[in-house]
């Protein structure tokens, strides 16, 4: 059954799972896990940063050193992952959407893939796609227990949270 939050979907998140470990000639060497395309209904929770007045949040670079003038406010985007597709290894947020291949994502069954503290790509309705964001929480505001597998059951989801991070432009 799909979810009735279904036609009001505004976010896509990729996750890519891990691959197989092997040892090869003594190094411990990790495949490429499988890419999964995760349609959510997701809203712009909590912000924090200098954009919303919050605190200063600097921004790392890839080497290390923080990004000179930059700065950076902290998305956290909860709601409803509702439906998955596995995809290319090559795929990348904004190729052409899959039309088949969808899979309803249910409380009662979640994903192995889909767990918190993972790093995922996400992209909210027309914004530009955020590159390193992280899962904060599949489980509801209340553990996944009581009434969070009612209100789960009957939107057909699985509660979600990402924290996402953008640079103020």
């Not at 996750?15 to 809203?43: D, F, M, W």
């Not at 090559?90 to 039309?99: M, Q």
């Amino acid at each position: 059954m799909s979810s009735p939050l279904l036609p009001y979907a505004n976010a896509y998140v990729l996750v890519e799972s891990l691959g197989a470990t092997t040892v090869v000639s003594g190094r411990i060497t990790t495949s490429a896990g499988t890419k999964y395309l995760v349609q959510c209904y997701l809203t712009k929770q909590i912000s924090t940063g200098t954009e919303t007045g919050g605190e200063y949040r600097p921004l790392r670079a890839s080497t290390g050193s923080n990004l000179p003038g930059a700065s950076g406010d902290i998305y956290l985007y909860r709601g409803y992952a509702l439906r998955f597709a596995q995809v290319a290894s090559g795929y990348a947020l904004g190729d052409t959407i899959p039309t088949t291949g969808w899979t309803d994502l249910v409380s009662t069954t979640k994903p192995v893939w889909l767990k918190a503290g993972i790093t995922v790509q996400h992209q909210q309705g027309n914004e530009p796609v955020s590159n390193e964001c992280m899962i904060e929480d599949v489980a509801g505001r209340y553990g996944g227990a009581g009434i969070d597998q009612i209100v789960s059951i009957s939107v057909g989801g699985i509660p979600l949270i990402i924290r996402s991070g953008n640079i103020k432009r």
